[in-house]
């Protein structure tokens, strides 16, 4: 609303005493404050209202006033039942600053002008959303030309003053403008993982949305944006989510109704992204069973010469390829993961620092039973040959970007492995890629944790032998060597199991071992010696040593 339909109103009470040249101004908030310096509570747009009760000498009245305008206020309502009329020092600060200034009589509480206020902005708000989601309606049906999520944030923005983004379930910004050094989800992907898990355990805790969550000083709306599927768990873990920068707890009905159709406006974008993935899905699904029937590698590499120019545009040699590997298993085992592993992969392969939805358009993903296969291709750094290679992607930072939020969705009945194998050049390398992705993914699957990740490089550890040892020979292994040093631990508080691992951590040097305990050497070599009576084992030995550091990573 404006200004000047404040004066139109002669319920309020209100009289101008200056600054009728910026009667025109937008009024999108009250706020009452008696407040010297209540910068912090501003954001602009506000009609202040005061008491006058910061005035104690007539020179207050400029820098209060100047603050009000530094802060781009809409205008100041003095009110006059405490302090009688308002002084002349602040008529006239509010005229160097060009700040409307009113006076409110003392038959008129501030209480009656907020809610009048508030009741106006809102109702307007309102229109204009109805009006922003008929607008984008209209132009998401004239067809793909519309401008997609892209058009429809835009005019939230620039018409209602929402700061609002489309996420990813892992919090990478598909859609918004990002704000130049803000802590945003447009501007900070830390922010943006963190709704994204926000999003996702309230999600799978049965809330019902909007989520609302404060990060900072900021209050953020959660809204999902729904895609088919008749599991939750299907659906959560590959829902884009649509982040408004506001409280929607205050929200009237038809406010909370209209954003929720413009939700289902971007679901309709999402669902027409998700079918220009088909050729590349199916590329990825052709090679996965010409390599897994055995074909010849001059079949497979016929393949890969389409789906080059597919994935990479305008890439001028054949490219280097790398595969990557995800399983996703529930418990109960009753509900396919490979579709959800599928999606995931195609999300977590993006760059998490990358916006907007082309990117993904370089990954191609299969998915078989629980078990997803994404076909990925690097561009050569170096185009000489034999000397070719490429940049790779690797385990540690793909399970970096996604692990919290992912956690966060898969809750405490499901999991995701992932494995990645070398890259290879050549069609009959693919082949032996595929397995070593098979066997990276084991490797993570033997650790604990909902998400975890391993790489061809850890292939030549001792590593690659535990997932391969039987359940139950790992669990009397441990037991053999660690279930004395637990009960003596829980019996004593002796801390041995802590002590050991140290120990070996620190390739059985006593001082730095002791150091890093924060212990004296001499109780040190106590509590070794306690884990040696214990176990009947030599830590001095390099096989005991190795015996006890495999018990540990078998847990």
Not at 186 to 201: Q, T
Not at 239 to 265: H, S, Y
Not at 529 to 545: A, F, M, P, V, Y
Request: negative net charge.
């Amino acid at each position: 609303m404006r200004l000047r339909a404040l004066l139109d109103t002669d319920s309020l009470g209100l009289r101008l005493l200056g600054g009728e040249d910026e009667l025109d101004r937008t009024v999108r908030g009250v706020m009452t404050t008696d407040l010297r310096d209540p910068s912090r509570y501003l954001s602009g747009g506000e009609l202040v209202l005061s008491g006058l009760a910061w005035r104690r000498e007539p020179a207050d009245s400029e820098p209060f006033v100047r603050i009000l305008a530094q802060a781009g206020v809409a205008g100041l309502a003095a009110g006059t039942a405490e302090l009688g009329p308002v002084p002349d020092d602040l008529i006239a600060a509010c005229a160097h600053h060009r700040l409307p200034l009113f006076s409110v009589t003392e038959a008129v509480s501030f209480a009656s002008i907020t809610e009048y206020v508030v009741r106006q902005v809102s109702g307007e708000r309102a229109g204009d959303l109805a009006a922003v989601v008929d607008r984008h309606r209209r132009l998401m049906t004239s067809g793909p030309a519309g401008g997609g999520p892209e058009v429809v944030l835009d005019l939230l923005g620039s018409d209602l003053d929402l700061r609002a983004w489309v996420l990813s379930p892992t919090g990478r910004r598909i859609a918004g403008a990002a704000p130049g050094g803000d802590a945003t989800p447009a501007g900070d992907a830390a922010v943006g993982a963190r709704l994204a898990g926000e999003h996702l355990a309230a999600a799978r805790s049965g809330r019902r949305s909007p989520h609302r969550v404060l990060l900072g000083n900021s209050t953020y709306s959660l809204f999902p944006i729904r895609s088919g599927g008749r599991d939750l768990r299907e659906t959560v873990l590959s829902d884009w989510l649509l982040a408004v920068e506001a409280d929607a707890g205050d929200w009237p009905a038809e406010r909370l109704d209209l954003l929720q159709g413009v939700t289902q406006l971007i679901a309709v974008e999402r669902d027409r992204r998700d079918a220009a993935r088909t050729v590349r899905r199916r590329l990825a699904q052709e090679v996965l069973e010409l390599v897994q029937t055995g074909a010849p590698p001059a079949e497979i590499a016929a393949r890969l010469r389409v789906a080059a120019p597919v994935l990479l545009p305008g890439l001028g040699t054949a490219p280097h390829w790398q595969v990557v590997v995800a399983r996703v298993e529930w418990d109960g085992g009753e509900l396919p993961g490979g579709p959800v592993a599928q999606t995931l992969l195609e999300e977590i392969l993006v760059d998490p620092g990358s916006a907007g939805p082309d990117p993904a358009d370089r990954i191609a993903v299969a998915h078989t039973g629980d078990e997803a296969v994404a076909l990925v291709p690097l561009p050569a750094l170096h185009e000489d040959d034999s000397d070719t290679k490429a940049e790779g992607l690797h385990a540690e930072s793909l399970l970096r970007a996604v692990q919290e939020p992912l956690a966060r969705g898969l809750a405490d009945d499901g999991r995701l492995t992932i494995g990645v194998s070398a890259a290879v050049h050549s069609a009959e390398g693919l082949r032996g890629a595929l397995e070593e992705a098979r066997h990276a993914r084991r490797v993570a699957a033997a650790r604990p944790g909902p998400v975890c990740a391993a790489g061809h490089e850890e292939l030549a550890s001792h590593v690659l032998l535990l997932p391969f040892v039987p359940d139950d020979v790992r669990r009397a292994f441990t037991a053999r060597l660690l279930d004395p040093l637990r009960d003596y631990d829980r019996r004593h508080r002796a801390e041995l199991i802590p002590t050991l691992e140290a120990f070996l951590d620190s390739d059985g040097s006593w001082t730095r071992c002791a150091g890093r305990l924060h212990l004296h050497v001499n109780t040190l070599r106590y509590r070794v010696g306690r884990i040696e009576q214990l176990t009947g084992r030599d830590l001095s030995r390099l096989e005991d040593k190795l015996d006890f550091f495999l018990a540990l990573r078998m847990t």
